[in-house]
């Protein structure tokens, strides 16, 4: 029998190789949680080296993020993700504050177990090639529930459900989670019932000793570990001398290292590799091995003549799109494709989890697919920190809260709203209406206002004033939307602005000019296709803007602003290289652009540098050190930065500084994270012409 231990459980595939060296014939399987998976995967007679081919070409990282390819996902679920939001979505629903039942969305990892079960559904599971049983917990008493037939990805699918982290699984009226918590290792169920000597092999985290607990989540884990050693205890005493126990060294890896399971699968092998001698008691001839592998027989993927929308979650629009999107226009279809068809579908964000099963009806094959919408429902709300602090004594912090409400009406209209206190200050509210559902055209139309700073800076890097810009406008724009790739929108905008002088020295005559109109066009193209906003492996990035004010509509500018941005992210073993090239500006001279601070000409302080254009062109490199458990972000880096930053029309107030159309060379030094609170960022850096400075950040924009 397989135990339960998370990453740790891939050791069962090494100890399954061994096994099959040594012709030792397995007579039947029970597993729980992480063996139930590899457990049930064999059992449905998938040889060892398909799994292990099938789990090596497995992104375990994005599959247990709980969200889809952020490459797949479209634009439009995608575009605030450079603002520094929390990855909880908040629901308002039914007049009550709604929170998803789970850390991690299990649509992903579902569909990949469907795919290794090949969806066996079965009257029993002592008809599998291998005799089986799964063991799962009912979250409302604590027993064990034992699964012995029916679809055998379900079973693998409760007996895994880590509570709160995985959303449970219901069946037949229970609330089914993961079954370490009940029975970690069931050897109940094989012994005495199947075979009457058995195999163990134990990965279970071992209890900390009193000088290894330190903090919360220390005492977290030796409480849920406690309770899982008392029930494994209970089954040990089931065993008698003639049955052997495989413990792997896995010391230095967590149940959260899917990253490691090669690894993994090696320490169960040499764990199996040292007990040799034991477990050949129970080898068997070469012919007599044979004539029991003959019997497996590898499983194979269905082929659906039929896929339907089970119509109880939802309304009629909905379901009638749903199972319009589903429909194919070949009699047979492979399961694989129809997979891939709900997985492009669960990326548009309206369904928690788009389940499925494969029934046999008349003698056909249909796939009977069971939408769950969004539990928190249609209106969500978001919230985000931004904090900074240099050593040149700045700090601040900025708080953002976002509104979204969807599915206004049948055509996917939405109501979106961001605010922003603090440093930072801004409100806005728009309503995005494509011309009918599944639209690639769209109007949108927004009103809003926000707070730009301006600080003006002497030679010495002393801040001498700030002025605000007080802006209060609105936009109309016309757009199409390309997908999972990008947005384009052409519209007009009009900005109402009010400059006056936060603090410092009156550096600035403000008359009737410090109230000004600004009407015109823009146009701005998107294209996304970064597999992470925050630390990008992989992908690239572009975003262009361009803005003509019009004197004929009323505009007191005739501004003919530019702001462009491209990227590419490229990843070499465990160290990325990230580069960017940065340049806005204005042709008329109106409107000064900013540059300066953390990785945007690390060395000067944020907006220090004001001029009519800039550029910025920058290398970062970065290697990822270490994980970090699903819950609590993705990684831990560790890299360098070389800048590189010019000025054309510079606006300073010290008439001798030289840096005005050369290139400033900068760089900088950083440790970082990939947290569920946003970037994290502890740096040094420095630029010619500019000073050592320290820097911590939350949620920069870089």
């Known amino acids: ?39 049930g995967i064999y059992a449905n007679g998938l040889p060892l080296d398909e799994m292990e081919r099938e789990f090596n070409a497995a992104d375990w990282d994005q599959m247990l993020s709980g969200k889809p390819a952020r490459t797949d996902i479209p634009y439009d679920r995608k575009r605030n993700d450079y603002q520094n939001y929390l990855d909880v979505s908040f629901g308002l629903k039914g007049g009550a504050l709604r929170v998803p039942r789970s850390a991690i969305n299990s649509q992903g990892i579902e569909l990949y177990i469907h795919k290794m079960t090949r969806d066996r559904d079965i009257d029993s599971f002592d008809k599998l090639p291998i005799p089986f049983r799964a063991v799962a917990a009912d979250l409302l008493t604590g027993d064990a529930v034992v699964f012995d037939k029916g679809s055998l ?10 509570p709160g982290v995985f959303d449970l699984v219901e069946d037949d009226n229970k609330l089914l989670v993961d079954g370490a918590i009940a029975r970690n290792i069931p050897v109940q169920e094989v012994k005495g019932r199947c075979a009457e000597h058995v195999i163990v092999v134990d990965v279970s985290t071992p209890l900390l000793k009193a000088d290894e607990i330190h903090t919360l989540f220390d005492v977290v884990d030796q409480s849920s570990n406690l309770a899982v050693m008392r029930n494994e205890q209970e089954q040990m005493k089931r065993l008698d001398k003639r049955d052997i126990v495989i413990r792997p060294d896995l010391n230095g890896y967590t149940v959260a290292s899917f990253g490691d399971h090669k690894a993994i699968v090696e320490r169960g092998a040499e764990a199996a590799r040292k007990m040799a001698r034991q477990l050949s008691t129970y080898s068997v001839s070469e012919a007599e091995y044979q004539a029991w592998k003959s019997k497996l027989g590898r499983p194979r993927y269905p082929v659906l003549d039929e896929v339907r929308v089970d119509g109880k979650d939802g309304d009629f629009t909905k379901m009638s799109s749903l199972q319009e999107s589903l429909a194919f226009s070949s009699n047979t279809i492979p399961v694989g494709e129809a997979r891939n068809r709900l997985a492009e579908i669960f990326t548009g964000g309206e369904y928690d989890k788009l389940g499925y099963r494969v029934d046999s009806v008349s003698g056909r094959n249909v796939m009977m697919v069971m939408p769950v919408e969004r539990s928190i429902g249609q209106n969500t709300l978001r919230f985000g920190l931004n904090l900074s602090s240099d050593t040149p004594g700045g700090s601040n912090f900025t708080l953002r809260a976002s509104h979204e409400w969807d599915a206004v009406n049948s055509a996917g209209g939405a109501w979106r709203n961001e605010m922003a206190i603090g440093y930072q200050r801004s409100f806005n509210s728009e309503f995005y209406q494509p011309l009918w559902r599944d639209s690639p055209l769209f109007v949108a139309a927004s009103l809003g206002a926000q707070q730009k700073q301006y600080r003006y800076f002497n030679i010495d890097h002393t801040a001498l004033a700030t002025v605000n810009d007080n802006v209060v406008g609105g936009q109309v724009n016309f757009g199409v939307a390309l997908g999972k790739y990008g947005e384009w ?17 009156p550096i600035l005559e403000f008359n009737d000019e410090s109230r000004f109109r600004d009407v015109g066009v823009q146009s701005r193209l998107v294209i996304d296709q970064f597999d992470n906003p925050r630390w990008p492996r992989s992908g690239y990035f572009f975003s262009g803007k361009i803005q003509m004010g019009l004197p004929g509509l009323g505009s007191d500018l005739d501004q003919q602003a530019y702001d ?6 490229h990843t070499y073993g465990d160290f990325t290289a990230r580069f960017t090239l940065k340049a806005s500006g204005d042709r008329t001279q109106n409107v000064p652009q900013p540059l300066g601070g953390f990785l945007n000409l690390t060395g000067y302080q944020s907006g220090e540098l004001l001029a009519d254009r800039v550029a910025l062109a920058r290398l970062m490199v970065y290697w990822r050190a270490a994980s970090l458990p699903s819950v609590l972000g993705s990684g831990v880096y560790a890299g360098v930065s070389l800048e590189g930053g010019r000025l054309w029309g510079q606006t300073v107030l010290d008439p001798q500084t030289d840096r005005e159309g050369r290139w400033i060379p900068a760089g900088s030094m950083f440790l970082g994270a990939d947290t569920i609170l946003g970037p994290f960022f502890v740096g040094v850096g420095t630029a010619r012409g500019g000073q050592l400075s320290g820097y911590i950040y939350l949620g920069v924009d870089y």
């Open 1 to 39: 029998m397989l135990g339960g231990g998370g990453a740790r459980g891939f050791a069962h595939l090494g100890v399954l190789k061994e096994l099959e060296r040594l012709r030792i014939p397995v007579a039947c399987i029970s597993g729980t949680s992480a063996g139930a998976l590899i457990g």
């Open 564 to 569: 462009f941005v491209g990227e590419t992210a």
């Open 489 to 505: 929108r052409l519209g007009l905008y009009r900005e109402n602005n009010q400059l006056t002088m936060a603090q410092g020295l």
């Open 153 to 162: 990805s379900r079973a693998l699918r409760a007996s895994m459900a880590v």
